[in-house]
């Protein structure tokens, strides 16, 4: 695969887009975590969070529990009227409690986006009130904006599409989101917070299978008492392979031959279709769960996710998305269940490593500047126009590029519009073996470190670099100018 520069070509300004990130519940991270990924990626614009309200109160006893302990269940599963995604929750090692969590995740992000969930079911059931539960989710949202006077986004719900979230219709949802705007509003006009509280959703697992979903809800919340702008912003998901299973149990053949980033692109254009059919304005768009994997323990599959979220992250960077916003799916998770998503790993030692997908959001967050011309050629991999990036400023010019194909290739780097003199290169890979420290052979310390770095002469105003990667590998050049 040749990856193509002209550094005398700028296309616009760099944005980062690592700065919309995920934590979660699943499996908590330890209250230094928060800090320790600022360190690295920056502090998030906005980063998700969440509160699920049969942890922080109990219906049947009435009891609240504002500082719960985290994942571990008061009831055993058979006793739950629904069991959401209790069986594949496992408390963290780390203890950490509700407000520890919240607090510290708050205190290293510019904004927050609270997602509260929970109790869909025992609502839509008749197990627990409307009234009940407009209560409880005024409560718990309360309780957390004391606690983050940063939370400016609230989610009214999450994967309410598929089983694990409750499989709601679109009449249950629109019933439980609309107990949910008249909460905020009052919590809005009770506390008159710095930054207002603002409520949107869904966070619709599989928006191209069930778009029919979020179709009829749109419509009855047209036909309700806030039919002029429901949502102050909207919210998708797109994990690539379980899209693809979800069509193809459909028989929907057609859509599983898009590649990630073009179901993503397809996404945003149907929202904004919808937009237009109901004559409802603009609102941001976040894009709050990505990836290209399932949702595995295999440690390949970290490399696997990464290349394809390189690529949704390029395409973003390119302004590919408009006004949507990726959140890729996350920063820290149960490496036994998602070590595929999850983008740092706590070792033994008590201290924190990046694995693949982190390596890759730290190339993507260490680039500054302005986007130069580059493009790829002679690659059987998909999405090769966001195979390829290369960003400049003063002191340097990054060049990114990843394998997405099935097969070990060269990545032939052909760099030109440099003045002649010598320059010093440092490569930086990440590989089965260098920059890995999930894969059974990896090497590094859980840090982006250079594997090489050597001087290269320009003559002509260019050179040409060639490395040999493996399938789903990345690699990027830093050039020192």
Avoid at 15 to 44: C, H, I, M
């Amino acid at each position: 695969m040749k990856v193509h520069v002209n550094c005398q070509k700028e296309i616009g300004a760099y944005t980062d887009p690592t700065q919309w990130q995920n934590s979660t519940l699943r499996y908590v991270p330890p209250v230094d975590f928060p800090a320790f990924l600022e360190s690295r990626l920056g502090k998030a614009r906005v980063m998700r969070t969440w509160i699920t309200l049969d942890e922080y109160w109990d219906y049947r006893t009435g009891i609240t529990y504002p500082d719960y302990d985290i994942g571990n269940m008061r009831y055993p599963l058979e006793q739950l009227h629904y069991p959401y995604d209790m069986r594949l929750i496992v408390p963290a090692p780390s203890g950490t409690r509700f407000v520890d969590y919240i607090t510290s995740h708050s205190q290293h992000a510019q904004e927050l986006l609270l997602n509260v969930r929970r109790y869909e079911r025992e609502v839509s059931d008749g197990v627990i009130t409307y009234k009940q539960y407009e209560d409880v989710f005024e409560r718990a949202v309360e309780h957390c904006k004391a606690l983050a006077p940063n939370i400016r986004y609230v989610e009214c719900g999450n994967e309410i599409d598929i089983a694990n979230f409750g499989e709601l219709t679109a009449q249950e949802y629109v019933k439980i989101y609309l107990c949910a705007h008249r909460a905020i509003r009052r919590l809005n006009a009770k506390h008159n917070y710095p930054i207002p509280l603002e409520l949107g959703g869904f966070a619709q697992a599989h928006p191209l299978q069930n778009w029919d979903l979020m179709l009829g809800v749109m419509k009855l919340l047209k036909q309700s008492q806030i039919a002029d702008d429901p949502m102050a912003f909207y919210s998708y998901h797109m994990y690539n392979a379980p899209e693809n299973r979800s069509l193809s149990l459909a028989d929907n053949y057609e859509l599983t031959k898009l590649s990630g980033v073009e179901k993503i692109k397809r996404i945003v254009r149907q929202h904004a279709d919808m937009l237009r059919e109901f004559g409802l304005p603009e609102r941001p768009v976040f894009l709050n769960e990505m990836g290209r994997s399932r949702a595995t323990g295999m440690p390949a599959d970290a490399l696997y996710n990464a290349s394809g979220i390189l690529t949704y992250l390029i395409a973003f960077a390119n302004g590919e998305f408009g006004r949507a916003y990726p959140f890729p799916w996350c920063t820290f998770h149960n490496p036994d269940l998602q070590i595929s998503y999850t983008q740092y790993i706590l070792r033994e030692d008590g201290t924190y490593g990046a694995t693949p997908n982190g390596i890759a959001m730290e190339m993507l967050h260490g680039m500054h500047g302005r986007i130069v011309e580059s493009h790829v050629s002679d690659s059987n991999g998909c999405d090769p126009e966001y195979c390829a990036i290369a960003v400049k400023n003063v002191k340097y010019m990054d060049v990114l590029a990843v394998n997405t194909s099935c097969d070990s290739i060269p990545l032939c780097f052909e760099v030109k519009g440099l003045p002649d003199k010598e320059y010093r290169v440092d490569l930086y890979p990440c590989n089965h073996i260098i920059n890995n420290i999930v894969y059974k052979r990896g090497t590094g310390d859980g840090t982006l470190k250079p594997s090489e770095s050597k001087t290269v002469t320009v003559c002509g105003g260019g050179f040409r670099l060639t490395h040999v990667t493996d399938r789903d590998c990345f690699a990027m050049l830093r050039i020192y100018l």
